[in-house]
């Protein structure tokens, strides 16, 4: 026997008896499905030991309290998200204790106090919630951005000494937490860095990879990156601003303040601007200069807050210096809601005379606006995206139509509205996938003759053009959306996803190359894009290890699942497959193998065929 140090983490099921006693058969499959689709995955991604399973309850081990309570806060928020959609009798929820101690090791199983103490917070903890003792809650309170509530001492049963415990909130900021668990895809780690490379660099990459994409149709371009100088050059990011209103509502309008200044700055000849997904990776963190610029590579940072009151706007903006970590420059602007683009205007034409006295940049943006003209449509299209990223289609469908009626003459805001038909037939929503492509089109086509300088307008046509199975259209438009914004990493994007649809899978994982010079940090769509290529290719290994990272980053993501039904088949995981299945039917109740099929624009019938019959295997209908 053995003994030593460890975090001991229990858990069991809430109500697991009448669960049982409703129906034992489908409890226990289901509880099996959440077990290797859940508790697995994350038990991997947060290095943690499963020693026993008992009926409805698991025991494990960690080597750091750290991880222990990382994991149960990332299972539980899950397993909340999960159950928004679950009629409440048939919802799976665990309670957790964690307790740090010695133990005892016989074989594979565990003994001792650390043991006992943890299986006793265990049934203290609230249903859906994690209580940890003292010893755990001081050694993670300073190094995860959680929120403890004391619950006092407690005597539990078979311990001489009463038990200090704390209830794990799970908050906003345990959701942020869960967030930036994002496990880095293996792909990323095996390209180079590109954050460093000259601009001039950049640009000759971009347009030798952009010729590769074009005119080869080859495979990735890892090689060609990795025999690239790596010389310093000018670049920035756009931290996302701090929403300083007083009120959760107002988030939505400092992350479009946000993204308005890293569209406009991007446009600077002679700056590199990170992408706003790289950017918002780090929303709600409090991270040193140093670390950004470490992750990303960059040489300054504009960060800030955002004050809306009434009819004022203030903004409190500061530039540093990523390297010394020296505030080189800070404002504050205060104006009236009907002054808002003045506002924006002054700001970044602050920062360009900052920078110019520093860098070799251009001291003019000669590009057309892309917001409106109108302070109320303007805001409207802000909430919109809001939405637009949160999945919530329908709601920001209505903002969309609400913003054109305050201003006709808004081209984003005919392309967010255009999006947002063609995702409802995407995701097999629709119920008039004809109708909704052909009003997509409408929408894009009015939003390209009012702004065909706009790079996501043409994004927005060749995304519908895809779905009315335009291919060569598609194309044409994803490829002058880039030439508009060579640093459009979702124009590379939606170009990869049309590749991926007309069988050129290796043209596809190319262009996602490029995608990831603009953005290093790829969103859990992107990784559905590698995902497919991967699966296309046969390589079910690759595809499955990048599409549960695309699962766990957004565990609403549909296509994530689908793929993990097709690519656990084919590696001979049904029972896998078949809790993606339990998963897609959550996300999306109405799902319908016939309805999807019919709205998927995949060009050969045998592609598509074999993805359905790995659908029905798995228990879709």
Request: charged share 25%.
């Amino acid at each position: 026997m053995d003994r030593r140090l460890a975090a001991i983490l229990a858990a069991d099921v809430v109500g697991y008896s009448r669960l049982m006693g409703r129906d034992e058969p489908g409890t226990l499959a289901l509880l099996k499905r959440l077990r290797r689709g859940l508790i697995e995955p994350k038990r991997n991604l947060h290095h943690g030991r499963i020693i026993k399973l008992m009926g409805d309850g698991v025991l494990m081990e960690f080597a750091s309290a750290v991880d222990a309570v990382a994991f149960a806060v990332d299972v539980q928020c899950s397993m909340r998200a999960r159950n928004t959609t679950v009629p409440e009798d048939n919802q799976i929820v665990y309670r957790v204790g964690i307790n740090v101690g010695d133990i005892i090791a016989d074989g594979d199983d565990i003994f001792g106090d650390g043991v006992n103490i943890a299986s006793r917070l265990e049934r203290l903890s609230d249903a859906g919630g994690v209580c940890v003792a003292r010893n755990v809650y001081n050694q993670v309170k300073d190094k995860l951005d959680l929120t403890f509530e004391s619950l006092g001492e407690r005597v539990v049963k078979n311990i001489a000494e009463p038990v200090s415990i704390y209830r794990v909130v799970l908050d906003e900021r345990a959701e942020k937490l869960v967030a930036a668990i994002e496990p880095i895809a293996a792909a990323d780690r095996s390209i180079p860095r590109i954050a460093a490379l000259g601009l001039t660099v950049l640009a000759l990459l971009a347009g030798l990879a952009w010729w590769y994409v074009s005119f080869t149709g080859g495979g990735p371009t890892v090689g060609l990156q990795s025999e690239l100088p790596k010389i310093e050059r000018p670049s920035l990011v756009v931290l996302p601003f701090v929403n300083m209103s007083g009120s959760e509502s107002q988030e939505y309008f400092a992350d479009g303040i946000t993204e308005d200044l890293t569209t406009d700055l991007s446009k600077l000849p002679g700056l590199f601007v990170v992408s706003r997904n790289s950017a918002f990776r780090y929303k709600g963190q409090n991270v040193s200069p140093r670390k950004v610029s470490h992750d990303l590579g960059i040489s300054y940072i504009l960060q800030g807050s955002i004050r809306r009151a009434g009819d004022r706007v203030r903004i409190n903006a500061q530039l540093v210096d990523a390297s010394t970590e020296e505030n080189i420059w800070a404002e504050r602007f205060n104006k009236s809601f009907s002054d808002i683009f003045v506002l924006q205007d002054e700001v970044i034409d602050e920062i360009i005379a900052v920078l110019s006295s520093k860098i070799p940049i251009s001291k003019t943006i000669s590009s057309e606006r892309t917001r409106s003209t109108n302070p109320k449509a303007y805001d409207l299209f802000l909430q919109g995206q809001r939405l637009i990223r949160t999945a919530e289609y329908r709601q920001a469908r209505q903002v969309f139509e609400d913003a054109i009626r305050h201003d006709p003459a808004f081209a984003r805001a005919y392309s967010a509205l255009s999006v947002s038909y063609t995702v409802g037939v995407t995701f097999g929503w629709s119920a008039r996938p004809t109708e909704d492509i052909a009003r997509a089109l409408e929408l894009a086509g009015k939003a390209v003759s009012l702004g065909g300088t706009i790079p996501q307008t043409h994004w927005a046509l060749s995304f519908a053009y895809l779905y009315d199975r335009q291919y060569d259209a598609a194309q044409t438009s994803a490829k002058r959306a880039v030439s508009l914004d060579p640093g459009f990493a979702d124009g590379y994007g939606l170009l990869a996803w049309i590749y991926d649809h007309i069988g050129e899978p290796k043209r596809s994982l190319a262009t996602m190359e490029i995608a990831k010079l603009f953005d290093p940090h790829l969103a859990a769509a992107s990784l559905d894009v590698i995902g497919m290529s991967y699966l296309l290719m046969g390589d079910n290994d690759a595809a499955r290890k990048i599409l549960e990272q695309a699962a766990a980053r957004n565990p609403h993501s549909l296509f994530s699942r689908l793929f993990l039904i097709s690519t656990y088949m084919r590696l001979g995981l049904p029972d896998e497959a078949e809790w993606q299945a339990v998963e897609v039917e959550t996300l999306n109740p109405d799902f319908s193998i016939d309805r999807w099929s019919k709205s998927q624009p995949i060009r050969d019938e045998k592609v598509l065929a074999a993805l359905l019959d790995d659908f029905r295997k798995a228990g879709l209908q």
